[in-house]
């Protein structure tokens, strides 16, 4: 399937670091109204890798403000636009009741805030402004506070969060939404980030900073970037959902990820931040020459050969129709069982999994309080392509 792999510029590198975007202003969203002040002295902008396939949350394309403003804002075209500006939202509840006894939001309770917001949000983008947005965390906010000696109380630590430079990957523009719509996608985006960020830390320490390190990181990008698009082709037509959990070989700390792996007509669909989670924590796991399992929960309403590619749906085919299967001579014929497929991570390497395995490993999930998958059909993982190192001894990186 070539045109799953022409339809993926690059997936991702480490997703975090990378040169400054420009300058930005910053804003927290703290109870005050549309008009009402943007705080703070310029930050850095994000820098990062581009998703797969350019992949983003919803939202205006990052750098698209200026020529939407160039018509709505009123400034002279032709003149440099306004910097984006940068937002941290405290979009969940229990971060809002853990940030209040800051002070932070004026005694409003959290939905009179988001209801705020929402006029704040709505007046920059109508102004043409780029708005990036952050997740306000209370636990992160208190821990960056502590490591750069800043008062959470004071409008400075507010500011220098939400337009810390350090943000894993390209940034979540505002593009108009309501609130009530975009913060489970906000909330989702973020979480994927602190993934990247766990998985980025442990990644680079196992690389090394040495002059070799760049090297190292690059061979496991390549192999990453193999297995992502080699788990595609091998997945097929359909959604399907890689699962990944690994660990260092003496009882590291555990890092899990998931992504949805979309294929339509051949092309793969991005999946934004959590395809550049996921291939963030595979490389730690492969750098580390960790330990732990993929899985590859396939698509159901689509069969799969006994090679482990997915089978194409025709006339002909075995998909149950929407009345939940058809009748002919023979009878109706069963709607298929959910098929996962499996590989192990043993020593940094991904081998194909048994059919046995696989199962054992979702009744390993669901003693970790998992639910196990109703009526899956497990299977043994197809080969994926090998690691080819910078050295043999020992783990990948050996």
Do not use: N
């Amino acid at each position: 399937m070539t045109a799953v792999r022409k339809s993926v510029r690059e997936v991702p590198g480490v997703g975090a670091g990378g040169s400054a975007r420009g300058r930005r202003r910053v804003l927290v969203l703290a109870g005050r109204r549309p008009g009402g002040g943007v705080g703070g002295a310029p930050a850095g902008g994000p820098g990062g890798a581009v998703p797969p396939g350019g992949g983003r949350p919803p939202g205006a394309p990052a750098g698209g403000g200026g020529a939407r403003a160039a018509v709505r804002g009123g400034w002279v075209r032709g003149a440099p636009p306004p910097q984006p500006v940068a937002v941290a939202l405290a979009a969940d509840a229990g971060d809002f009741a853990g940030l209040a006894r800051y002070g932070l939001f004026g005694g409003l309770g959290h939905q009179a805030y988001l209801r705020q917001a929402e006029e704040q949000l709505t007046a920059l983008h109508r102004q043409g402004l780029e708005v990036h947005l952050r997740v306000l965390e209370a636990g992160d906010f208190e821990d960056y506070c502590e490591a750069l000696g800043l008062d959470p109380r004071m409008p400075a630590a507010r500011v220098a969060y939400a337009g810390d430079p350090e943000l894993a990957g390209e940034p979540f523009v505002y593009a108009g939404e309501r609130l009530a719509e975009l913060i489970p996608v906000l909330l989702d985006d973020h979480r994927a980030r602190v993934r990247m960020s766990v998985a980025c830390t442990v990644l680079l320490d196992a690389v090394g900073d040495d002059p070799a390190g760049e090297l190292r990181m690059a061979a496991v990008m390549r192999y990453v970037t193999s297995v992502y698009l080699a788990l595609a082709e091998g997945a097929g037509e359909g959604c399907h959902l890689l699962t990944l959990r690994c660990h260092g070989p003496e009882d590291g700390e555990e890092l899990t990820s998931a992504v949805d792996v979309c294929v339509e007509g051949g092309r793969l669909d991005p999946a934004g931040r959590d395809a550049e989670a996921f291939c963030v924590t595979l490389a730690a796991g492969v750098a580390l020459g960790g330990e732990g399992a993929l899985l590859l929960h396939g698509d159901p309403s689509l069969g799969v050969r006994a090679d482990g590619l997915r089978a194409r749906a025709d006339g002909q085919g075995a998909r149950a129709d929407d009345q939940g299967g058809r009748a002919d001579d023979r009878g109706a014929r069963p709607r298929p069982r959910p098929p996962v497929l499996g590989w192990a991570l043993t020593g940094g390497r991904l081998r194909p999994m048994t059919a046995h395995e696989v199962f054992d490993e979702l009744a390993d999930d669901a003693a970790r309080g998992l639910p196990f998958p109703p009526g899956v059909d497990p299977r043994p993982g197809f080969p994926l392509p090998g690691f080819r190192g910078l050295g043999e001894g020992g783990g990948p990186l050996g």
